[in-house]
């Protein structure tokens, strides 16, 4: 095997993209729709921690878990040159399975102390990878998404570490879950300082795979970062704080604005909805992952619009949970689940090296998302003058799997097709 030559091994995200893709489809995804069910079909009401299980495994054992399966094959490109993957990624990818088969277990067993050691294990991975990517990401002009990419990390270390926190707190006191307050505080740390943090970061240098003339302005690029911890840490003390009143749900709203308000400017900046007719096309990149991208973008700024809805009923006084929980969805669902299958699709031919198997399922993937997303957005109008939507609403959960699934199904197809040997890999290699 030639070390120099990424090429020549197995892709290293194989194995954290397979262990993604099942938590969510087998039984992140399914959770969610149960929780729906729940809600507008009168199904059984889910255990607290089981809706706990849906957001860990959606935040941390989908997103979370692709990123250390990415990074090293996109710091390639970025850096220009192989960089290191090994003893690091083993140890990491351990972790994390150990991490969610004791997570799942001890949840369907009623038993808090392997979802104690399951948050444990997370950190430490999360702590792990963090240090790699400090050490791998060296070129100078590199510096920033350095600096940017391991704080982003650390983040989902430390809401892994807040959550063990609350769970050994928990069990203390004899209680079968932390807190839900606390651990939205939790899941906000791994969103928007972890998860979002990764997203944009990359996309500072990605975006072109998606959206020609894609330039975001080093100030913007610079200010990303502050921005984003600041919406973390208005959320964590909206959550978190003895407030009385309203003043803890305004303030956590605010957090939330802060952040996807951030993933807002940066689309906008960026230029995810201006043309450019100027621009030469590039190699490889196709107008249904822009399209999927595009839909990101577009519920980045719902989920914007959403929050500032929300803080600005919560100081009236009205109740927003309805509110706040579709801006939720808009970010995790709407925006970060849409680029992760835009980035999926554009990186499976690139990374396998053969040609997407059903490049079909791309538009069908775009219309799935657009539908879950009207679908999840419509719980407002069952809530305020439409009950008839009320019973469409779970489809949401249904048409955001098939989402997923059109890209697990095309992961899946490529893995197992023969890789083109050394004298083919020229001409069947792109680069984002």
């Not at 369907?108 to 102390?113: I, S, T």
């Not at 894609?214 to 610079?222: D, Q, Y």
């Amino acid at each position: 095997m030639n070390a120099a030559d990424p090429a020549s091994e197995a892709p290293v995200y194989r194995p954290f993209a397979l262990l993604a893709f099942a938590a969510t489809l087998a039984v992140g995804t399914p959770i969610g729709g149960w929780m729906l069910a729940w809600l507008y079909w009168g199904a059984p009401a889910a255990p607290i921690a089981w809706v706990l299980l849906h957001a860990n495994l959606q935040v941390f054992g989908f997103f979370a878990t692709l990123i250390p399966g990415v990074a090293p094959h996109l710091f390639d490109r970025f850096t220009g040159h192989p960089i290191p993957r090994r003893p690091v990624t083993p140890w990491v990818l351990g972790l994390l399975a150990a991490a969610l088969v004791l997570r799942v277990s001890g949840t369907w067993a009623a038993f808090p102390a392997p979802v104690l050691a399951a948050a444990l294990l997370q950190a430490a991975a999360f702590l792990l990878f963090a240090s790699w990517v400090r050490r791998v990401l060296d070129p100078p002009e590199l510096s920033f998404l350095r600096r940017h990419l391991t704080a982003s990390t650390g983040w989902l270390a430390l809401a892994c570490l807040g959550e063990a926190i609350l769970r050994w707190r928990a069990l203390n006191l004899g209680l079968a879950a932390p807190p839900l307050a606390a651990m939205r505080a939790v899941h906000a740390m791994g969103i928007f300082g972890g998860v979002l943090g990764w997203v944009l970061g990359v996309l500072l240098r990605a975006g072109p795979m998606f959206v020609p003339g894609w330039r975001v302005l080093p100030g913007t690029a610079r200010a990303m970062p502050w921005a984003l911890a600041l919406g973390v840490l208005v959320t964590l003390v909206g959550e978190t704080g003895a407030w009385r009143g309203a003043t803890g749900t305004v303030l956590a709203r605010l957090g939330e604005f802060l952040a996807l308000g951030t993933v807002a400017v940066v689309a906008i900046s960026g230029g995810a909805f201006r043309r450019a007719p100027g621009v030469l096309p590039m190699a490889s990149r196709s107008a249904e992952e822009s399209r999927i991208f595009r839909l990101a973008a577009v519920s980045a700024v719902g989920a914007v619009a959403g929050f500032a809805a929300a803080a600005v009923l919560a100081a009236l006084g009205a109740h927003t949970h309805l509110v706040a929980d579709a801006a939720r969805h808009l970010a995790t669902v709407g925006f970060l689940t849409s680029v992760v299958v835009a980035l999926a699709f554009r990186l499976i031919p690139v990374l396998e090296m053969v040609a997407l198997p059903w490049p079909g399922l791309r538009r069908v993937a775009f219309w799935a998302l657009l539908g879950g997303m009207v679908l999840r957005t419509a719980e407002l109008g069952a809530a305020y003058g439409a009950p008839a939507i009320a019973p469409l609403v779970p489809l949401s959960g249904v048409l955001v799997w098939i989402a997923v699934a059109c890209v697990a199904a095309n992961l899946g197809r490529a893995i197992s097709a023969p890789r083109p040997d050394a004298t083919s890999r020229g001409s069947a290699r792109s680069s984002p």
